[in-house]
C-alpha cells in the first residue's frame, strides 16, 4: 500500500477509475493511451490496472475527429456544436490481448505495414521518402501518412508524385502529404531539392532513402557517373550530407535506407584487398547490370554503418534493410527476362 500511495494510486477504489491527474485520450486510429499531468508524460497502459485499451465502434452519428495545431486529437459534435478532447467513444473501449511475440522476433515476413504502425501516433513528425510515388516507397508514405506524419514525397516524375499524393488522400483527405521533384540521376537536382525543403522551415524527422533502379543498360548521369551507381547510392549520399544539419537539429530522426540482401553477392576490392574506384562506376565495357545493382546496395550498407556511428551520438540513427526477396514492383520493368522472373516468384513472396 505504501508503494501505492507514494504513486498517488489510493486514492480511488475501482480499478478502472483513474487516479489524480491522470487523463484517458485516444490516437487518429482509436488506441487508448493515458496523460500524467503532474509528471506530463504519457503512457500506454493504464495506471491501475496495467492494461491497454482501444476503442469499439464509429463515431456516434454527427461526430468528426480533428487534429489541433499541436498534433492533438479533439473531437467536434457538429449536432450539438461543440468541441471536445474525450472521445465520446470511450464508454465503449474494449481490452488489448495482444498475441505475445515469439522468442525470435515480433514481425516475420507477413507483418503488414500498417499491422506495424497500430497505436502510433505520427503526428508532428516529418518525413522524406525518395521515390514514394509506387512500390514500397509508396506504401511507406500511405501508411505513415495515415498515422498522422507530414511526409513528402520525393519523387523525379512531378505528375506521377502528384497523382500517388491524391491517391493518399482519397484513402484519407485530412492527410498531411505533398510531392516535390527530386532526380537521384543529377546531384544539381538533389541540391535543388534539399534547399527547396530547407525553405519550408520544418523540422525532418525521417528521411528513407528508398528510389533505386534495376537492370537498366548502361548510360552516364548529367555528371558523368554511371546511372544505378548514382541514383542508388551516390544521390542518396549527398541528399543525406545536404540534409544532416536539418536532421541532428530535428534529433531523435532517423535514416532509412533500402538496401539488398544480393549486396553480399559483388566485391568492390581490388585484388590486393584494396577499394577499386572503376568498380563503383565502371565503364560501358566493364559494366553488368545485376553487378552494378549489387554494389550500389553494399555502398548503402557500408554508409548506412558508418552513417549511424557519427551520427547516433547526436540523435540521429541510421539503419539499413532488405525489403524481401524479389517483390513485385516496378523495379524490374528494364528487361522482359526480370519482369517473368518476378512474375513467377509473385505468388511465393510478400505483397506491397
Known amino acids: 500500500m505504501a508503494a501505492l500511495k507514494y504513486a498517488g ?31 506530463e508524460k504519457t503512457q500506454w ?25 499541436s498534433g492533438q486529437v479533439y473531437f467536434v459534435d457538429h ?71 507530414h511526409v513528402i514525397l520525393a519523387c523525379r ?22 510531392a516535390m521533384t ?39 548521369t548529367e555528371d558523368g557517373l554511371e546511372s544505378t551507381f548514382q541514383v542508388n547510392h551516390l544521390g542518396h549520399f549527398y541528399l543525406v550530407q545536404l540534409l544532416e544539419g536539418l536532421l541532428r537539429q530535428s534529433s531523435p530522426a532517423r535514416v532509412v535506407v533500402v538496401s539488398s540482401e544480393s549486396h553480399r553477392f559483388t566485391e568492390i576490392k581490388d585484388s590486393s584487398g584494396k577499394l577499386d574506384f572503376s568498380l563503383l562506376s565502371p565503364s560501358k565495357k566493364e559494366y553488368w547490370a545485376m553487378l552494378a545493382y549489387n554494389r550500389s546496395k553494399l555502398c548503402n550498407i557500408l554508409f548506412s554503418n558508418e552513417l549511424n556511428r557519427r551520427l547516433s551520438p547526436h540523435g540521429v540513427t541510421s539503419n539499413s534493410l532488405h525489403p524481401g526477396n524479389l517483390i513485385y514492383s516496378s523495379i524490374h520493368r528494364n528487361w522482359w527476362v526480370y519482369t517473368l522472373l518476378f512474375t513467377l516468384a509473385r505468388p511465393f513472396t510478400k505483397s506491397m
Open 9 to 39: 494510486l489510493e486514492d480511488t477504489d475501482s480499478e478502472e477509475e483513474l487516479p489524480p491527474g491522470w487523463e484517458e485520450r485516444t490516437t487518429r486510429d482509436g488506441w487508448v493511451y493515458y496523460a500524467n499531468h503532474l509528471e
Open 45 to 69: 497502459e493504464h495506471p491501475k490496472s496495467g492494461k491497454r485499451k482501444r476503442v469499439a465502434g464509429d463515431l456516434p452519428y454527427g461526430w468528426e475527429q480533428e487534429t489541433d495545431e
Open 79 to 149: 449536432i450539438n456544436k461543440r468541441t471536445t478532447y474525450l472521445d465520446p467513444r470511450l464508454a465503449f473501449t474494449v481490452e488489448d490481448n495482444p498475441v505475445k511475440p515469439t522468442t525470435r522476433q515480433k514481425y516475420d515476413g507477413n507483418s503488414t505495414a500498417m499491422e506495424i504502425l497500430q497505436g502510433r501516433d505520427l503526428s508532428g513528425k516529418v518525413v522524406i521518402i525518395t521515390g514514394a510515388n509506387s512500390g514500397i516507397g509508396f506504401e511507406a508514405a500511405k501508411s505513415l501518412a495515415l498515422h498522422g506524419a
Open 157 to 178: 516524375s512531378a505528375s506521377r508524385g502528384s497523382d500517388a499524393v491524391q491517391r493518399i488522400l482519397g484513402e484519407w483527405h485530412k492527410a498531411k502529404v505533398e
Open 182 to 220: 527530386l532526380d537521384l540521376a543529377s546531384l544539381q537536382s538533389v541540391q535543388h531539392f534539399a534547399e527547396a525543403f530547407k525553405s519550408k522551415n520544418l523540422p525532418l524527422h525521417i528521411l528513407i532513402c528508398n528510389a533505386a533502379v534495376f537492370g537498366g543498360p548502361w548510360c552516364l
